[in-house]
């Protein structure tokens, strides 16, 4: 079974650029959530998608926004990039089911992005 | 539910046990989870502990649960240098919300 995949890796921007990073969760998650980690902040809830609809939301400001396939596959994007935009954006996805259990999330390795 | 704490950093011998605490404010969470991230890679799930348990023990890993207190200790046993890692705590609510702590950096000395 695929893990969870993100890409790009690494990809370096500049102040007032946009960016646009990639998720694909494990085959049959529905739900894909998004963090921010930086050393200072620690990880940050972006937002979680379900079934192509935003059902939770972080404190972010708008300029950070996402969207969800039909397939799952989610996408985030930030527009007007500042320095503090710089940290490694981490996915996660899990079944997205209501729980009778713990909701186990898988993360992918994150996207590092470096703004200059 | 979104203050999750833990200290920063911790060092230990190889050999020693090594215990990472975590505080909470928030006591309607259902499951509280320990996390680990290796350098360069994403977040992996260790063990998780049900609310109104008070411990979980998983071969080296042992979870206590203080519900009044609010705090949440992972125990590693015989800590090896690959343990060597950031470990992080995580609450849930409902299933979905997850919020987690700021993380811990582990210092395995040789």
């Known amino acids: 079974k695929a893990g969870v995949t993100q890409t790009p890796r690494y990809l370096i921007k500049t102040r007032g650029q946009q960016v646009t990073l990639s998720c694909s969760p494990i085959?049959?998650?529905?739900?894909v959530s998004w963090y921010q980690q930086t050393p200072g902040q620690g990880l940050q809830f972006l937002f979680e998608?379900?079934?192509?609809?935003?059902?939770n939301k972080g404190n972010f400001p708008g300029r950070f926004s996402g969207r969800q396939f039909s397939n799952s596959r989610s996408e985030m994007n930030v527009s007007t990039l500042e320095l503090g935009d710089s940290a490694l954006y981490l996915c996660?996805?899990?079944?997205?089911?209501?729980?009778?259990?713990?909701?186990?999330?898988?993360f992918g390795a994150g996207s590092r992005l470096t703004v200059l | 539910g979104e203050d999750v704490e833990q200290s920063l950093f911790l060092s230990v011998r190889e050999g020693d046990s090594s215990v990472i605490n975590c505080t909470y404010t928030d006591s309607s969470s259902t499951y509280l989870y320990w996390y680990k991230q290796e350098p360069g890679a994403g977040l992996q799930l260790l063990t998780y502990i049900f609310s109104n348990m008070d411990m979980k023990q998983d071969q080296r890993l042992t979870v206590l649960l203080n519900k009044k207190d609010k705090h949440l200790s992972l125990r590693i046993a015989d800590t090896q240098t690959g343990d060597s890692a950031i470990y992080f705590c995580a609450e849930s609510f409902t299933g979905n919300q997850f919020y987690f702590g700021t993380g811990t950096s582990l210092t395995v000395i040789p």
């Open positions: 996660a996805s899990y079944s997205g089911a209501v729980p009778s259990g713990a909701n186990v999330l898988t």
């Open positions: 998608y379900f079934s192509e609809t935003q059902r």
């Open positions: 085959s049959g998650h529905r739900s």
